[in-house]
């Protein structure tokens, strides 16, 4: 049974820590997705990648978030330093088929709490 | 004005009860989402669609192109329906997310 992981499940920081979250997309999807929900803005897009390349990162603050695809087994998401308002779950979804926006299966999600 | 507009935020209903959840859109789209989290936290994808109707087990997914409007529906709706259900428009890159419709079937 084919699934993304995401690790840490949990995550509590202090501010101006650096926290990197990590995904494990399906194994063959050759797109992946970063994504973060908050109770007041729901899901928000933060960055995706096709075939490991970035193809948009619009939606994060880029003075302090990174996404990256070292190989095709491994995404991450580091911020650096944090903030009380990253405090989110952040989750990274994978999918085959491009250029129609594929059906994403989602990871369980990092809970960040950033004191 | 959201892009993509859910309604009701919030509904409560007797299992058994036929469930309605509705959703606009103002953006041109080439597929749109249906999808379901669960109270844990765990988010599944239902159904994406491009047109017509889209039926697996008890639930039903509709869209009218034309006018821009999505339907979930679910028949005999079960407590184990309680859920927080999204629907997710595709352009050309990316998702555009409506806040979410919070369901709760009691028995």
């Known amino acids: 049974d084919a699934r993304v992981t995401q690790t840490p499940r949990h995550k509590v920081t202090e501010m101006g820590q650096e926290v990197t979250m990590r995904c494990q997309p399906i194994?063959?999807?050759?797109?992946v997705f970063w994504y973060r929900q908050t109770m007041m803005q729901g899901l928000e897009l933060l960055a995706y990648f096709r075939n490991r390349a970035p193809l948009d990162d619009s939606g994060m603050p880029k003075d302090r978030f990174s996404a990256e695809m070292p190989d095709a087994t491994l995404a991450t998401l580091k911020i650096q330093p944090s903030e009380p308002r990253d405090s989110a779950v952040y989750f990274c979804a994978s999918g085959l088929v491009w250029p129609l926006v594929p059906t994403q299966y989602f990871g369980p999600g990092t809970r960040l709490t950033v004191l | 004005k959201n892009e993509v507009e859910q309604s009701p935020q919030n509904l409560t209903a007797q299992e058994g009860e036929f469930i309605t959840i509705n959703c606009s859109y103002s953006?041109?789209?080439?597929?749109l989402h249906w999808l379901q989290q669960h109270p844990g936290g765990g988010i599944v994808s239902l159904f994406m669609l491009s047109s017509g109707k889209k039926k697996h087990g008890r639930l039903i997914a509709t869209i009218n192109i034309q006018e821009k409007h999505s339907s979930l529906h679910i028949t005999a709706s079960h407590p184990r329906d309680s859920a927080v259900y999204i629907c997710a428009v595709g352009g050309a890159q990316k998702l555009v997310f409506g806040q979410g419709t919070r369901l709760t079937i009691n028995p």
């Open positions: 194994l063959g999807h050759n797109t």
């Open positions: 953006v041109g789209i080439s597929a």
